[in-house]
């Protein structure tokens, strides 16, 4: 099965920018993959802050952006705030393969 | 407004058969992909089972051969069917289509 690699943890200091990437072991992320990006509080279920490599929907502040870059999948983080300290999944979406999470990316507001 | 509401959830023991229900309003469950997720207590989230609109099914490894994922387009639902369940099955299971709608998830614990 393929395996997608996140970073464990990040810190980013309130208002500044961070990325987070998403690598899939099948080779380079593309937009033929659909990559998504959830995010989850703590006791809290998943909800989907980018689908589709780059749509936002309703709920998801302007700061976060979703992108391709250098092979991988990225999420942007523009302007942290505090509310944003939560664990980010990413996934990724295959024809004739199990469709696979990433192992999540632990971010923190400090 | 797109909604999801898992129910079947229970406690059981190893070897027993449990299935999930997906309920869905604002969309039809054949108009889209819906998979099934899972959240192990402390853990990362896995994906179980997919069923593609055009009815491709794909499961992951540790599943296959015991889960099976269907749908009901008289009921608008989504349907997970587990047997011979494990410990290592214990876990908090989603329901979600594309375009990245979850429900809240519903629980299931296998211990005897």
């Known amino acids: 099965q393929v395996v997608v690699t996140q970073e464990p943890s990040l810190t980013v200091s309130p208002g500044e920018t961070v990325t987070l990437t998403c690598d899939s072991s099948?080779?380079?992320?593309?937009?033929?993959?659909?990559p998504y990006w959830f995010q989850q509080r703590p006791g809290q279920a998943p909800r989907t802050l980018i689908y589709?490599?780059?749509i936002r929907h309703s709920w998801t502040p302007a700061r976060f952006s979703g992108s391709l870059l250098g092979g991988k999948a990225a999420l942007t983080l523009s302007g942290a705030q505090p509310e944003d300290e939560a664990d980010y999944y990413c996934?990724?979406?295959?024809?004739?393969?199990?469709?696979?999470f990433g192992g999540g990316t632990s971010l923190t507001v400090l | 407004e797109v909604q999801l509401v898992e129910s079947g959830g229970d406690l059981i023991q190893p070897g027993g058969s449990l299935r999930l229900s997906c309920a869905l309003s604002?969309?039809?469950?054949?108009?889209?992909?819906m998979t099934w997720v899972r959240q192990a207590p402390g853990k990362g989230l896995e994906c179980v089972a997919t069923?593609?609109?055009?009815?491709?099914?794909l499961y992951t490894d540790s599943v296959r051969g015991r889960f099976t994922i269907s749908r009901d387009t008289s009921k608008n639902t989504l349907y997970l069917q587990m047997n011979s369940l494990r410990v290592e099955d214990t876990a908090v299971y989603y329901c979600?289509?594309?375009?990245?709608?979850w429900g809240r998830g519903t629980p299931v614990t296998v211990s005897s």
């Open positions: 979600m289509s594309s375009g990245g709608y």
């Open positions: 604002g969309v039809t469950v054949s108009g889209v992909h």
């Open positions: 069923l593609q609109t055009f009815s491709k099914t």
């Open positions: 099948a080779g380079d992320v593309t937009s033929d993959q659909y």
């Open positions: 589709d490599t780059t």
């Open positions: 996934f990724l979406v295959y024809s004739d393969a199990p469709w696979v």
